[in-house]
C-alpha cells in the first residue's frame, strides 16, 4: 500500500474509473526525487488496461522523438492502420522510414493512435522524468493528451519540482506529491524496517524527511552497512537515496557494474543493444543477475528498466568518467540509428574533433528536417564545442543559435550568439550573429535595440555583400518604425542610398512617417509598394499579413497569415508560430468568426508566453480583450489589458477598453481613451478605433473634437479602397453631419461580406437615426438587421441596444429565439458543420486534431441538441 497518499488515489483511482467507462483523462504529478511519483505511477497501472510506459533520459533529451520512442516502441506495429498521411510522419518521427517534412502530424497520430489502441479496451499511458523529454516528443505526447476526450485512455506525467529544464504544462490538471507525515512516514517504517530497532528506525526517518523512497531505501542501506557514509554525504533526502543506490552498485561485480553503466547511458531499454555494447567492454547477460537480485534492474515485457529513476543516475554518475567514455563508445558501435550513435560518440568525445563534429552536424540537419528545432539547435552547440577550428566553430554556434530562435528559446539564442561572436573575425560573417540577437530583442519588445544592432552589422556587411547590407537595414528599418523611432528609420534609410535595396528602405520609410503624419496617401502607395516587392519566403510574410491589414485588405491579410501558420507548423517553427496566430486570429475577427479567433489567439498566446514572445504576447492579448470588448465581458477586457506598458500595446489596451465603454454607453470614457490616440501619435495602431470617437463625440453633442480623426480615417479608408473601410468612413460623415445620405452610401457599400460587425454597427446607427427622425417602420428593417448579426456574433451590450431601439419602434422584441447552434460547445458546432459536409468521423478528426472516438462522442451529444439522429437529417440543417 502507499502511506499517506489516500487522496492522491483517490483522484488517480477516478481517472482509472473514468477510462473504464470511455472517458479520458490526463495528469501531471509533480514533486522532489522519491517524493513518490513514480510509486504512484506504478499503482495506476490496472487490470484490463494497455500500459504505455516509459521514463525519459537525461542523455536522450537531444534526440528528437526519443521519448516518443520509449513510449510506443511496443505498439509500433499499429501505426500501418493509422490515415496514410498520419502514417507517414509518425514513421518518419520514429526512425522508421525517411522525414515527411510533416511533423506537426505526429501529435495528431500519436492522438489517433492512443484511440485506435483503446478500441480494444481502454489505455494507460505514463511517462516517468517527463522533465527529460525531448521536446518534439513532449510537444508530440503534449498535443494529443490536451485533446483526449472520449477514447478511455489515461495520460500521467510525472516531473519533478524546480527542475531545469522545466516541463510546462499549462491548463493541464496537477497533482502534487509533498513528504509523508510523521505519522505515515513511521507507519511505512513499520512495514519495511521492523527488523531495525526503534531509535535507527527514528533516525533513518529524520534523515528521509518525508521521503518516501528514502524511508524505504535507507534500511536497506542500514542493513548493508552503507548508511553512515551515504548519510553524511548528501545533505538533501532524495541525495541520500542516490548516494546508497551509488554504495550498493559499487558493492557489485565489476563487470554486473559495467552492465548497469551501459544500460544507464542507453536510452531504449533494448536488451540486444546494451548487452551487445556491454560484450565490448568484457560484461554479458550472466553479469545481469546480482543487479536483478537487489532490484537494481529488471527486465518488463523484454525490456530492461531501472527500478527507479535515481538508480540510473547513481549508476552513471558514480562511475568514473573513463568507464563512462567507454560506455558511450561502445553504445556508438552497435546502435542502430545514426543520430543516437552521433550523439554517443560525442558523448565519448573528450576534446576538438571534426569528424565527430560533422556527424552531429548531419544529424542536426535531419532533425530539422523532422520538425525538432530544439534537437537542431543542441546537435549544432554540442558539434561546435567539438570543432577545432575557430571560424567553423564560430559558424555551427550561430546555426545553433539560429535553431534555437525557431524553437522559441531565447535566452539559449543569445548565449550561443555571444559564444559565437567571440570567435568571429571576419565582420562579415557578424550579421548572422547580428540577426539571432535583433530577432531575441523584438521578441522581447526591444525593437530600437533590435534596429540599432542590424544597422551596425549592415555597415559591417556593406563592403562585401551590399545586398545582404541592404536587407538587413530593411529588417532594421520595421523594428524602428516598430519602436516608433522614426529619426531612426530616417537614418537607416539614409544609411541605404546606394544600396541595391534602398529603394525599399525608402518605401518604408515613407510608409512610416506618411502614416505617422498627415501624408495618407503617399504611405499607403509606400506600403503597396512593399507589399509588391517582398521576396517569396514564408517567414516574410507575417509582416506581410500585417500590411495588408494596414491595408484594409481583411482577406489577403488572412490567407498570408494562414499559409505562414501551416508552415510554422509543418516545420514544427515555434517560435514563428505565435506572430501567425496573431495576424490569423485578427483576420478571423474581421471576417466575423470570432469562434475561430478565440481559438487562435488562445493558442498562440500560451505559446508565445511559454517562449518569452512578448510582442506576440501584447498582440495577441489585444484580439481577446476585443473579443471581450464586443462581448460585454469587463472582467475579461481589463484583466487582458492589465499589462499593457507602452506603445503599441498600451494603445491596443486603449482601444479594447473604449470599445466595450462604448458598448456599454460610457461615451465620456471613450473621449478620455482615444483623444490622445487620435491626435496623431499612435494613429497607426488605432485606425479601427478612430469611427468609436466619432460615434462618442456624436453623442455628446461634441462632434467638432472628432472631425480631424474621421477626416484622416476618411482618407485611409479612400486609399485602401475597401468597401467595408469605405462604409464606415461614410458612417462617420452621417454621423457628424446628422444627415442619411452618409447611411445610405454606407449601405450600399457593406454588401461586401466582411466586416459583419461594422456592418451591424451601421444598421444600428442608421436605425437609430431613422427613428429619430420619426420613421418608425424604416428604422426596425435596420435595427432587425443588426439585431441579427449582435446575436449571431454574441456581442451581447450591442444586441442589447438594438433591441431597446426596436422596443422604442413600437416594436416588443421577445427573448430571442435560441439558436439551435447556442447549444453547441465550439468543438461541437466545428464537428456537426464537418458531418454535415460529409466527412467521416477520421476526416473530421484529422480536420480538428481529434481523435475519430471524440469526433462520434461530439456527434452523440450533439445530436439531441439539434434535434436529429443521422447525418442525413444533420446535412439538411442549416449549420
Same mark, same amino acid.
Given at each position: 500500500?502507499?502511506?499517506?497518499?489516500?487522496?492522491?488515489?483517490?483522484?488517480?483511482?477516478?481517472?482509472?474509473?473514468?477510462?473504464?467507462?470511455?472517458?479520458?483523462?490526463?495528469?501531471?504529478?509533480?514533486?522532489?526525487?522519491?517524493?513518490?511519483?513514480?510509486?504512484?505511477?506504478?499503482?495506476?497501472?490496472?487490470?484490463?488496461?494497455?500500459?504505455?510506459?516509459?521514463?525519459?533520459?537525461?542523455?536522450?533529451?537531444?534526440?528528437?522523438?526519443?521519448?516518443?520512442?520509449?513510449?510506443?516502441?511496443?505498439v509500433?506495429?499499429?501505426?500501418?492502420?493509422?490515415?496514410?498521411?498520419?502514417?507517414?510522419?509518425?514513421?518518419?518521427?520514429?526512425?522508421?522510414?525517411?522525414?515527411?517534412?510533416?511533423?506537426?502530424?505526429?501529435?495528431?497520430?500519436?492522438?489517433?493512435?492512443?484511440?485506435?489502441?483503446?478500441?480494444?479496451?481502454?489505455?494507460?499511458?505514463?511517462?516517468?522524468?517527463?522533465?527529460?523529454?525531448?521536446p518534439?516528443?513532449?510537444?508530440? &505526447? $503534449?498535443? !494529443? %493528451?490536451?485533446?483526449?476526450?472520449?477514447?478511455?485512455? @489515461? =495520460?500521467?506525467? /510525472? +516531473?519533478?519540482? *524546480?527542475? #531545469?529544464?522545466?516541463?510546462?504544462t499549462?491548463?493541464?490538471?496537477?497533482?502534487?506529491?509533498?513528504?509523508?507525515?510523521?505519522?505515515?512516514?513511521?507507519?511505512?517504517?513499520a512495514?519495511?524496517?521492523?527488523?531495525?530497532?526503534?531509535?535507527?528506525?527514528?533516525?533513518?526517518?529524520?534523515?528521509?524527511?518525508?521521503?518516501?523512497?528514502?524511508?524505504?531505501?535507507?534500511?536497506?542501506?542500514?542493513?548493508?552497512?552503507?548508511?553512515?557514509?551515504?548519510?553524511?554525504?548528501?545533505?538533501?533526502?532524495?541525495?541520500?537515496?542516490?548516494?546508497?543506490?551509488?554504495?550498493?552498485?559499487?558493492?557489485?561485480?565489476?563487470?554486473?557494474?559495467t552492465? &548497469? $553503466?551501459? !544500460? %544507464?547511458?542507453?536510452?531504449?531499454?533494448?536488451?540486444? @543493444? =546494451?548487452?551487445? /555494447? +556491454?560484450?565490448? *567492454?568484457? #560484461?554479458?547477460?550472466?553479469?545481469?543477475?546480482?543487479?536483478?537480485?537487489?532490484?537494481?534492474?529488471?527486465?518488463?515485457?523484454?525490456?530492461?528498466?531501472?527500478?527507479?529513476?535515481?538508480?540510473?543516475?547513481?549508476?552513471?554518475?558514480?562511475?568514473?568518467?573513463?568507464?563512462?567514455?567507454?560506455?558511450?563508445?561502445?553504445?556508438?558501435?552497435?546502435?542502430?540509428d545514426?543520430?543516437?550513435?552521433?550523439?554517443?560518440?560525442?558523448?565519448?568525445?573528450?576534446?576538438?574533433?571534426?569528424?565527430?563534429?560533422?556527424?552531429?552536424?548531419?544529424?542536426?540537419?535531419?532533425?530539422?528536417?523532422?520538425?525538432?528545432?530544439?534537437?537542431v539547435?543542441a546537435a549544432?552547440?554540442? %558539434?561546435?564545442?567539438?570543432?577545432?577550428?575557430?571560424?567553423?566553430?564560430?559558424?555551427?554556434?550561430?546555426?545553433?543559435?539560429?535553431?534555437?530562435?525557431?524553437?522559441?528559446?531565447?535566452?539559449?539564442?543569445?548565449?550561443?550568439?555571444?559564444s559565437?561572436?567571440?570567435?568571429?573575425?571576419?565582420?562579415?560573417?557578424y550579421?548572422?550573429?547580428?540577426?539571432?540577437?535583433?530577432?531575441?530583442?523584438?521578441?522581447?519588445?526591444?525593437?530600437?535595440?533590435?534596429?540599432?544592432?542590424?544597422?551596425?552589422?549592415?555597415?559591417?556587411?556593406?563592403?562585401?555583400?551590399?545586398?545582404?547590407?541592404?536587407?538587413?537595414?530593411?529588417?532594421?528599418?520595421?523594428?524602428?518604425?516598430?519602436?516608433?523611432?522614426?529619426?531612426?528609420?530616417?537614418?537607416?534609410?539614409?544609411?541605404?542610398?546606394?544600396?541595391?535595396? %534602398?529603394?525599399?528602405?525608402?518605401?518604408?520609410?515613407?510608409?512610416?512617417?506618411?502614416?505617422?503624419?498627415?501624408?495618407?496617401?503617399?504611405?499607403?502607395?509606400?506600403?503597396?509598394?512593399?507589399?509588391?516587392?517582398?521576396?517569396?519566403?514564408?517567414?516574410?510574410?507575417?509582416?506581410?499579413?500585417?500590411?495588408?491589414?494596414?491595408?484594409?485588405?481583411?482577406?489577403?491579410?488572412?490567407?498570408?497569415?494562414?499559409?505562414?501558420?501551416?508552415?510554422?507548423?509543418?516545420?514544427?517553427?515555434?517560435?514563428?508560430?505565435p506572430?501567425?496566430?496573431?495576424?490569423?486570429?485578427?483576420?478571423?475577427?474581421?471576417?466575423?468568426?470570432?469562434?475561430d479567433?478565440?481559438?487562435?489567439?488562445e493558442?498562440?498566446?500560451?505559446?508565445?508566453?511559454?517562449?518569452g514572445q512578448?510582442?506576440?504576447?501584447?498582440?495577441?492579448?489585444?484580439?481577446?480583450?476585443?473579443l471581450?470588448?464586443?462581448?460585454?465581458?469587463?472582467?475579461?477586457?481589463?484583466?487582458?489589458?492589465?499589462?499593457?506598458?507602452?506603445?503599441?500595446?498600451?494603445?491596443?489596451?486603449?482601444?479594447?477598453?473604449?470599445?466595450?465603454?462604448?458598448?456599454?454607453?460610457?461615451?465620456?470614457?471613450?473621449?478620455?481613451?482615444?483623444?490622445?490616440?487620435?491626435?496623431?501619435?499612435?494613429?497607426?495602431?488605432?485606425?479601427?478605433?478612430?469611427?468609436?470617437?466619432?460615434?462618442?463625440?456624436t453623442?455628446?453633442?461634441?462632434?467638432?473634437?472628432?472631425?480631424?480623426?474621421?477626416?484622416?480615417?476618411?482618407?485611409?479608408?479612400a486609399?485602401?479602397?475597401?468597401?467595408?473601410?469605405?462604409?464606415?468612413?461614410?458612417?462617420?460623415?452621417?454621423?457628424?453631419?446628422?444627415?442619411?445620405?452618409?447611411?445610405?452610401?454606407?449601405?450600399?457599400?457593406?454588401?461586401?461580406?466582411?466586416?459583419?460587425?461594422?456592418?451591424?454597427?451601421?444598421?444600428?446607427?442608421?436605425?437609430?437615426?431613422?427613428?429619430?427622425?420619426?420613421?418608425?417602420?424604416?428604422?426596425?428593417?435596420?435595427?432587425?438587421?443588426?439585431?441579427?448579426?449582435?446575436?449571431?456574433?454574441?456581442?451581447?451590450?450591442?444586441?442589447?441596444?438594438?433591441?431597446?431601439?426596436?422596443?422604442?419602434?413600437?416594436?416588443?422584441?421577445?427573448?430571442?429565439?435560441?439558436?439551435?447552434?447556442?447549444?453547441?460547445?465550439?468543438?461541437?458546432?466545428?464537428?456537426?458543420?464537418?458531418?454535415?459536409?460529409?466527412?467521416?468521423?477520421?476526416?473530421?478528426?484529422?480536420?480538428?486534431?481529434?481523435?475519430?472516438?471524440?469526433?462520434?462522442?461530439?456527434l452523440?451529444?450533439?445530436?439531441?441538441?439539434?434535434?436529429?439522429?443521422?447525418?442525413?437529417?444533420?446535412?439538411?440543417?442549416?449549420?
Amino acid at each position: 500500500m502507499l502511506h499517506g497518499r489516500g487522496a492522491e488515489l483517490a483522484g488517480v483511482h477516478r481517472l482509472v474509473a473514468a477510462a473504464r467507462e470511455g472517458r479520458s483523462g490526463v495528469l501531471v504529478v509533480r514533486g522532489e526525487a522519491g517524493v513518490g511519483k513514480s510509486a504512484l505511477l506504478d499503482h495506476v497501472v490496472a487490470d484490463g488496461f494497455r500500459v504505455l510506459r516509459g521514463t525519459a533520459v537525461e542523455s536522450e533529451s537531444v534526440v528528437p522523438f526519443a521519448g516518443l520512442n520509449l513510449v510506443l516502441g511496443r505498439v509500433v506495429d499499429r501505426v500501418a492502420a493509422l490515415p496514410d498521411a498520419q502514417a507517414s510522419a509518425l514513421r518518419g518521427a520514429l526512425g522508421l522510414a525517411p522525414p515527411d517534412g510533416r511533423p506537426y502530424l505526429v501529435g495528431l497520430a500519436v492522438l489517433t493512435l492512443l484511440a485506435d489502441l483503446a478500441e480494444e479496451g481502454p489505455v494507460l499511458c505514463l511517462v516517468d522524468d517527463a522533465h527529460w523529454l525531448d521536446p518534439a516528443s513532449a510537444d508530440a &505526447l $503534449l498535443f !494529443a %493528451a490536451r485533446r483526449l476526450d472520449a477514447e478511455g485512455v @489515461v =495520460v500521467v506525467f /510525472a +516531473a519533478r519540482d *524546480l527542475h #531545469a529544464p522545466p516541463f510546462p504544462t499549462p491548463g493541464l490538471p496537477e497533482l502534487r506529491l509533498a513528504g509523508l507525515s510523521e505519522v505515515d512516514s513511521a507507519a511505512l517504517l513499520a512495514e519495511h524496517a521492523a527488523d531495525l530497532p526503534r531509535h535507527v528506525r527514528d533516525r533513518i526517518a529524520r534523515e528521509a524527511d518525508g521521503n518516501p523512497l528514502a524511508l524505504l531505501e535507507l534500511p536497506a542501506a542500514q542493513r548493508e552497512g552503507h548508511l553512515a557514509a551515504s548519510a553524511h554525504r548528501a545533505p538533501h533526502a532524495h541525495g541520500r537515496v542516490r548516494q546508497t543506490f551509488a554504495d550498493r552498485i559499487t558493492a557489485l561485480p565489476a563487470r554486473t557494474r559495467t552492465l &548497469l $553503466l551501459v !544500460a %544507464a547511458a542507453d536510452d531504449t531499454g533494448d536488451p540486444g @543493444v =546494451v548487452f551487445r /555494447a +556491454a560484450a565490448r *567492454l568484457g #560484461a554479458s547477460v550472466a553479469d545481469l543477475e546480482p543487479a536483478e537480485h537487489r532490484q537494481l534492474l529488471r527486465s518488463v515485457g523484454g525490456w530492461l528498466e531501472f527500478r527507479h529513476p535515481l538508480i540510473r543516475s547513481a549508476a552513471y554518475q558514480g562511475a568514473p568518467f573513463a568507464r563512462r567514455l567507454e560506455a558511450h563508445g561502445a553504445l556508438a558501435e552497435v546502435v542502430d540509428d545514426a543520430h543516437r550513435a552521433a550523439w554517443h560518440r560525442a558523448a565519448a568525445t573528450t576534446g576538438p574533433d571534426e569528424e565527430v563534429a560533422r556527424a552531429l552536424a548531419e544529424t542536426a540537419e535531419d532533425a530539422r528536417r523532422r520538425g525538432g528545432f530544439a534537437a537542431v539547435a543542441a546537435a549544432y552547440q554540442r %558539434a561546435a564545442e567539438l570543432t577545432p577550428v575557430p571560424l567553423e566553430k564560430a559558424r555551427r554556434l550561430v546555426s545553433a543559435a539560429v535553431a534555437a530562435v525557431d524553437a522559441g528559446q531565447f535566452d539559449q539564442a543569445s548565449v550561443l550568439a555571444d559564444s559565437a561572436a567571440d570567435l568571429l573575425a571576419d565582420q562579415v560573417e557578424y550579421w548572422r550573429v547580428a540577426s539571432v540577437w535583433a530577432t531575441v530583442a523584438n521578441e522581447r519588445g526591444r525593437s530600437g535595440e533590435a534596429a540599432s544592432v542590424l544597422a551596425r552589422a549592415a555597415g559591417c556587411a556593406a563592403p562585401g555583400d551590399p545586398v545582404l547590407a541592404g536587407d538587413l537595414l530593411f529588417a532594421a528599418a520595421q523594428y524602428a518604425w516598430t519602436a516608433r523611432d522614426f529619426a531612426a528609420v530616417r537614418s537607416i534609410a539614409a544609411q541605404a542610398d546606394g544600396l541595391p535595396t %534602398a529603394s525599399r528602405v525608402r518605401a518604408l520609410e515613407r510608409a512610416a512617417i506618411g502614416l505617422d503624419g498627415d501624408d495618407v496617401r503617399g504611405a499607403m502607395a509606400a506600403v503597396r509598394e512593399l507589399v509588391d516587392g517582398q521576396r517569396a519566403e514564408w517567414r516574410c510574410d507575417a509582416v506581410v499579413a500585417w500590411w495588408h491589414l494596414v491595408l484594409g485588405d481583411d482577406r489577403a491579410a488572412f490567407d498570408r497569415a494562414a499559409g505562414v501558420e501551416s508552415q510554422a507548423r509543418a516545420q514544427g517553427a515555434l517560435g514563428v508560430l505565435p506572430r501567425a496566430s496573431a495576424y490569423l486570429a485578427r483576420g478571423h475577427l474581421h471576417l466575423g468568426r470570432h469562434r475561430d479567433a478565440r481559438a487562435s489567439a488562445e493558442e498562440g498566446l500560451r505559446i508565445a508566453a511559454d517562449i518569452g514572445q512578448e510582442f506576440s504576447v501584447g498582440y495577441l492579448s489585444s484580439v481577446l480583450a476585443e473579443l471581450a470588448a464586443i462581448e460585454g465581458d469587463e472582467e475579461r477586457c481589463v484583466a487582458l489589458t492589465a499589462a499593457a506598458d507602452g506603445p503599441p500595446r498600451s494603445v491596443r489596451a486603449a482601444c479594447s477598453l473604449a470599445l466595450l465603454d462604448l458598448g456599454l454607453g460610457r461615451h465620456e470614457s471613450v473621449l478620455e481613451r482615444l483623444s490622445d490616440v487620435a491626435a496623431g501619435a499612435h494613429r497607426l495602431y488605432a485606425i479601427g478605433s478612430l469611427p468609436d470617437l466619432v460615434e462618442s463625440a456624436t453623442r455628446l453633442g461634441v462632434p467638432d473634437s472628432a472631425r480631424d480623426a474621421a477626416s484622416w480615417h476618411a482618407e485611409w479608408a479612400a486609399e485602401t479602397g475597401q468597401p467595408w473601410a469605405l462604409a464606415v468612413a461614410a458612417r462617420c460623415r452621417a454621423l457628424l453631419s446628422d444627415t442619411e445620405d452618409g447611411f445610405l452610401e454606407a449601405a450600399a457599400l457593406h454588401r461586401d461580406p466582411t466586416r459583419p460587425f461594422e456592418r451591424a454597427r451601421t444598421a444600428l446607427l442608421h436605425g437609430e437615426w431613422l427613428r429619430r427622425a420619426r420613421r418608425r417602420s424604416d428604422a426596425r428593417v435596420h435595427l432587425r438587421a443588426a439585431l441579427e448579426t449582435f446575436d449571431r456574433l454574441g456581442a451581447a451590450p450591442w444586441s442589447a441596444r438594438s433591441r431597446a431601439e426596436l422596443r422604442a419602434t413600437g416594436e416588443t422584441t421577445a427573448a430571442p429565439v435560441p439558436d439551435r447552434r447556442d447549444s453547441l460547445t465550439p468543438q461541437e458546432l466545428q464537428v456537426v458543420q464537418l458531418a454535415g459536409e460529409g466527412l467521416s468521423n477520421r476526416d473530421i478528426a484529422a480536420r480538428l486534431f481529434l481523435s475519430p472516438r471524440t469526433v462520434g462522442y461530439h456527434l452523440y451529444k450533439a445530436y439531441p441538441k439539434l434535434g436529429v439522429s443521422s447525418r442525413v437529417e444533420l446535412a439538411r440543417l442549416d449549420l
